[in-house]
């Protein structure tokens, strides 16, 4: 096993888990604040003075972003949200199956190696978080268009058949995407429907309810990593940047949505960009499963 995915084994199952719930559960919080509250005889067990550190620092973070507005907020954690958008706009939206220290590698990756490499995270050997992804949204997609849909993407990805595919899985992004997502003007172009205005309103209501609710760990994640890498993805997958519009006969050097299914692509689709498909709607169905069973779309 590569040092990419290092004790992903024996760790996997806790991290995706506490991703997901915390989306739903807050009170995974409590057992961090009863750490950092908690006095350790450190002449007993010198070793848990770092731990209890790392908690702390982890409160102190938390307690000091609970009360700012939204502005604030994302003022306060620019940077990453400038890195989480980086991911999506280099085909890579941030999983739920990652931590911390997968983001290093991540970003490490994508400066040496390019963006392809990163594929290998979601198909390691030893276990396959792929394969954990793949059944997790065939229970999602359990009747309507969008079975059809990813049934069909998922046959012809194990089949290799990638081009076939990127057009069908793609065909669900689209309509999850416009079916989870509430849009601030139901006649929005396309151009902004895939970017920051178009999840503006959706994002502001999450902020607030996170907000009003106390959730300040789902806040961090929806705010600073999952929506801006979403974003950044589905603008470079569904939107044509100036360069690489059909006039220009430039075409663009990763999956574009337009380009494929407007038959102007002059290679085949690889597998990892499937990959990225499949990776974002695990992303979409993550954030906005509570939402969806409320609107009856699952």
């Known amino acids: 096993m590569n040092k990419y995915n290092k004790n992903k084994r024996d760790t996997f199952l806790k991290l995706q888990d506490y991703n997901k719930e915390i989306t739903s559960n807050e009170n995974m919080l409590l057992p961090l604040k009863e750490v950092w509250n908690t006095k350790i005889t450190l002449e007993d067990y010198p070793g848990l003075v770092v731990i209890k550190k790392f908690f702390e620092d982890i409160g102190k973070e938390l307690q000091e972003s609970e009360q700012l507005t939204q502005e604030q907020f994302e003022k306060k954690y620019k940077n990453k949200i400038e890195k989480s958008t980086f991911f999506g706009k280099n085909g890579w939206v941030i999983s739920p199956h990652t931590g911390g220290r997968d983001l290093d590698d991540w970003e490490k990756i994508l400066f040496e190696q390019g963006e392809e490499s990163i594929g290998s995270f979601f198909e390691n050997d030893e276990f396959n978080i792929l394969n954990k992804i793949v059944k997790d949204l065939e229970n999602v997609y359990k009747d309507g268009p969008e079975k059809l849909y990813f049934s069909e993407g998922i046959k012809h990805?194990?089949?290799?058949?990638?081009?076939?595919?990127?057009?069908?899985?793609?065909?669900?992004?689209?309509?999850?995407?416009?079916?989870?997502?509430?849009?601030?003007?139901?006649?929005?172009?396309?151009?902004?429907k895939y970017s920051k205005k178009g999840i503006?309103?959706?994002?502001?209501?999450d902020f607030n309810q996170f907000t009003e609710n106390d959730h300040i760990l789902?806040?961090?994640?929806?705010?600073?990593?999952?929506?801006?890498?979403?974003?950044?993805?589905?603008?470079?997958?569904?939107?044509?940047?100036?360069?690489?519009?059909?006039?220009?006969?430039?075409e663009p050097p990763y999956l574009n949505r337009n380009w494929l299914l407007?038959?102007?692509?002059?290679?085949?689709?690889?597998?990892?960009?499937?990959i990225q498909i499949i990776n974002a709607l695990?992303?979409?169905?993550?954030?906005f499963k509570e939402y969806?069973?409320?609107n009856e779309l699952l």
Not at 237 to 250: G, L, P, S
Not at 262 to 274: A, D, F, I
């Open 200 to 205: 503006s309103l959706q994002k502001e209501k």
């Open 282 to 287: 695990d992303l979409l169905e993550t954030m």
């Open 157 to 192: 990805f194990y089949k290799k058949d990638y081009t076939a595919a990127a057009m069908f899985l793609l065909g669900v992004l689209d309509y999850r995407y416009s079916s989870l997502i509430q849009m601030p003007d139901k006649c929005i172009k396309a151009k902004e």
């Open 292 to 294: 969806a069973e409320k």
């Open 218 to 250: 789902s806040k961090i994640f929806y705010v600073t990593e999952w929506y801006p890498s979403l974003v950044g993805y589905m603008q470079r997958t569904f939107v044509d940047e100036e360069r690489y519009q059909f006039k220009t006969k430039n």
């Open 262 to 274: 407007h038959g102007r692509m002059n290679r085949k689709v690889k597998r990892y960009e499937c």
